[in-house]
DNA sequence: GCAAATTTGTTCGTATGTATT
DNA sequence: CAATACATACGAACAAATTTG
């Protein structure tokens, strides 16, 4: 037995998926019928199908059967710009992102309508991946606490040294785009920026708040970006499937003020955690073409 | 039955991971004894193991057992940097990372001579990272073929005309690090860039050598960043679990040249792919710390 | 180097629960 | 409510990989 049954079956399905043979949004024939045509027991083809659904080739909903999911479109995010350095601002983060999307939703929707009908009678997993699709944020939630060590030493600050949280939720239409959450130092607020203890949106953007509050200018930042399993929260938010085969970016920008007579110093970290599936982003260096990055696919 | 026996199993041992009551390279005991400690069968603990392990937390090993897998320390990679254009080159490209990797390396132990002991007898899944690495790399292999769409698209020729394809294997130590490819239209050689067909390595880095050869300067570059699964040849090179759990970064770099009287025209596009389980990049803009970003931890 | 013991991997069968139509 | 389809759980047997004696 040179490979287990369940893995030649899969990989015959997968072969079938990917040739196109079994279009996106087909349904598959149920487990029972499935094991006959295979000559296999209803445990193997169910090995073989979860196989193919931590792959993400396809879906099992319970009472319905299972399904060969189509590709998702990305949602493609400017994190660096050297044109335009506001730009990068945008990254992933707060309303500032809000325009891009915006933007590529408009762009995506006239490439939709100039490509009508290519892509026949494929399954609704497919059409229409954006409908009526607008960018929307919660409200932000505040608190005071801690400063979690993650944090603490970003920040430059103790363990348990207070720290005010902001956390708000993305959306684009009624799917769930992004979380984020912002940790400050409790100084910024003796400094006088109370407005970030108001559970409000800051229209103006944190960063142009505290400029003009405190004369607190952002010199520099640095963003980390990583991949991880989403945990229970982030799963239930995004809707992932639970066999944990989606996994997320987290996006951690930290921002640096100037301070005389010393090097860069941390007043604020930004975690963004969005999922891996259906994101993409795109870094500009000198003199690119002017015309938004598209979805870049490789194989 | 709020929530399936596996489940309710797989959460108690995700519990006893997290709050480090079983340490990692511990040895859980073997499915038949665990099962009748939980009073329950052997598939129903085979389930709940499966869950673990598509969440990384631990390992099977046949004929051995299954184990707590600890954490691994990332390498970290800089994909732009303002103050440093040139280091945004190294972006996890070629030979000019290594300057970055061999530093990171030097501190890390540094670090870790500093902190012997601390981590007392943890297992040796563990211990020493990345024992005597020094970054290396494969003799590039040359080809000359068809542009697949995915090319074609990102250097505006037309499928199937031809293209130069160089791809190299990057090692740490003996452990593999990334797997690169390059595209570069035919239409360089034939304005002199003769180096390109032959496969060995451009000391100088091809960039450098397109710009002495024929004067050709790259005005700017474009990269994408995006998660999927490996394909099998990634899977086998980076030595990935074939249960699909671990997913690779695919950065996709497109390099532009000035042309006289029009908009960046691209000349190159480089795809290289990471496993997203160990590696994490940085973003720096403005103003930033000067030493080299540490990994960064969230949750 | 080989054989035995140990441990996980694969496959079958069967029964019952839960979600959807 | 009934039918359909996937989800969970149990039990059993043999195969394959690894370590140990």
């Not at 992933?92 to 929707?109: D, N, P, S, T, V």
């Not at 980390?224 to 229970?232: G, M, Q």
Request: proline fraction near 6%; hydrophobic fraction near 35%; include cysteine.
């Amino acid at each position: 037995m040179a490979e287990p049954l369940y893995r030649q079956i899969a990989q015959d399905l997968r072969r079938k998926i990917e040739s196109g043979d079994l279009a996106p949004g087909a349904r598959l024939p149920n487990e029972v019928e499935f094991g006959e045509e295979y000559d296999v027991s209803r445990n193997t083809i169910r090995d073989a199908i979860k196989w193919l659904t931590i792959r993400g080739l396809v879906e099992t909903r319970p009472g319905q059967g299972t399904f060969v999911v189509g590709r998702i479109e990305p949602i493609v995010t400017t994190l660096s710009d050297d044109r335009d350095p506001e730009a990068g601002m945008a990254g992933g983060e707060g309303a500032a992102a809000f325009a891009e999307i915006e933007e590529r939703l408009r762009q995506q929707k006239e490439h939709q309508r100039r490509h009508a009908g290519e892509e026949a009678e494929s399954g609704d997993a497919v059409a229409g991946a954006w409908p009526e699709a607008k960018p929307s944020a919660t409200i932000p939630t505040v608190e005071v606490k801690g400063a979690p060590e993650y944090v603490a030493e970003r920040l430059r600050i103790n363990t348990d040294d207070e720290v005010v949280v902001r956390h708000q939720q993305f959306y684009i239409g009624r799917t769930p785009w992004s979380l984020q959450t912002t940790f400050y130092p409790m100084d910024l607020i003796e400094r006088g920026a109370t407005d970030l203890l108001r559970a409000r949106n800051i229209a103006e953007g944190t960063v142009k708040y505290l400029a003009g509050r405190l004369n607190l200018t952002q010199c520099g930042s640095r963003l980390r970006i990583l991949v991880r399993a989403p945990n229970e929260n982030e799963a239930r938010f995004f809707c992932l499937p639970d066999d944990g085969r989606v996994s997320v970016f987290s996006l951690v920008r930290t921002g640096y003020e100037e301070r005389a007579g010393d090097s860069p110093y941390p007043f604020r970290v930004t975690f963004t955690v969005l999922p891996a599936d259906r994101n993409q982003f795109v870094i500009n260096q000198g003199i690119v073409p002017d015309e938004l990055a598209a979805p870049a696919r490789d194989q």
